[in-house]
């Protein structure tokens, strides 16, 4: 797993969320017409206080080049490059939902290269000063924390990090959690196992569960679906096309995701204006500044 994908500038364990749940008296209205079929297509609340995958990049390859910067005054030279990788938003949540996507590809990720992290070309010998894990290295004094902590304060200014740095992708999966348990949900979920069942294939639990079944089933580093897993793919769009699955499933997910931003205003404010200044700090640095 990349650095992009784990968003490794603010990891950090622990966080309480504002949650509560949800009852069918309780569930929220959904706007299915705003929406429409395709998650691609939808802007989601949560989405404008989220770290981008370009977002990640930039602060990633600006404390990359912190490190790489700390590191040569130690006497360790590092090339640098640019560090590549994909998106780490999921819209695999809602399973497949191009049919031609389906025909080509079955259930098989695209897995998009990724280059190298910079930690990973730091020599053993040099893991102390990176780490911090001593006072001093050939008479120079070694920054607190090590050139790790030096590229973290580098783009935050100092300040110190918030609760947890994956705030906003946990509410993204509680607000996914809540809609995927959502009566409306779960009564169109049922229509759509019943309607792969009819087509001869297994029952699911949720559109997630298709995904496992392939790798299971796959051969290590087949790239190829079989006829078998095209078929069931297809199938598998076709049926949601029918019950009309993905427009109430995504509805429920915009609904919970505004509940849950409400709840959190204050938290998100806290957050993006955080991100906010790293970006700020990420760029100047990215650029020379």
């Not at 569960?209 to 078998?228: A, D, L």
């Not at 806290?270 to 990420?282: F, G, I, Q, R, T």
Request: charge should be negative; include cysteine.
């Amino acid at each position: 797993m990349t650095r992009l994908l784990v968003l490794a500038v603010f990891v950090l364990a622990g966080c309480g969320l504002t949650t509560s749940g949800e009852d069918a008296a309780d569930e929220p209205e959904l706007d299915v017409a705003a929406v429409g079929a395709d998650p691609r297509n939808v802007s989601f609340p949560l989405d404008v206080s989220r770290v981008t995958g370009e977002q990640s990049l930039v602060i990633i390859h600006a404390r990359d080049l912190v490190m790489q910067r700390c590191l040569a005054r130690f006497g360790f030279d590092l090339p640098m490059r640019p560090p590549v990788g994909q998106d780490s938003a999921d819209i695999a949540s809602f399973g497949l939902i191009d049919e031609r996507r389906a025909q080509e590809r079955g259930y098989l990720r695209d897995i998009k290269e990724t280059g190298p992290e910079f930690i990973s070309q730091v020599p053993p010998e040099a893991t102390p000063v990176l780490t911090g894990n001593v006072g001093t290295y050939g008479g120079v004094p070694v920054p607190e924390g090590g050139c790790q902590g030096e590229s973290f304060r580098a783009v935050t200014g100092g300040d110190s990090m918030p609760k947890d740095g994956n705030f906003v992708e946990s509410l993204r999966h509680e607000a996914w959690s809540r809609a995927l348990d959502d009566s409306r949900v779960q009564r169109l979920l049922k229509q759509w196992r019943s309607c792969l069942k009819d087509a001869g294939f297994p029952e699911f639990k949720d559109p997630g569960e298709t995904y496992t079944y392939w790798q299971g089933k796959r051969k290590p580093k087949v790239n190829t679906p079989s006829q078998e897993e095209v078929a069931m793919a297809v199938a598998d769009v076709r049926c949601k096309q029918q019950v009309k699955l993905l427009p109430t499933w995504i509805a429920a997910n915009v609904a919970y995701q505004n509940r849950l931003a409400e709840e959190n205003a204050q938290r998100l404010a806290e957050y993006k204006a955080y991100v906010a200044k790293s970006m700020e700090l990420a760029n100047q640095i990215v650029s020379g500044g």
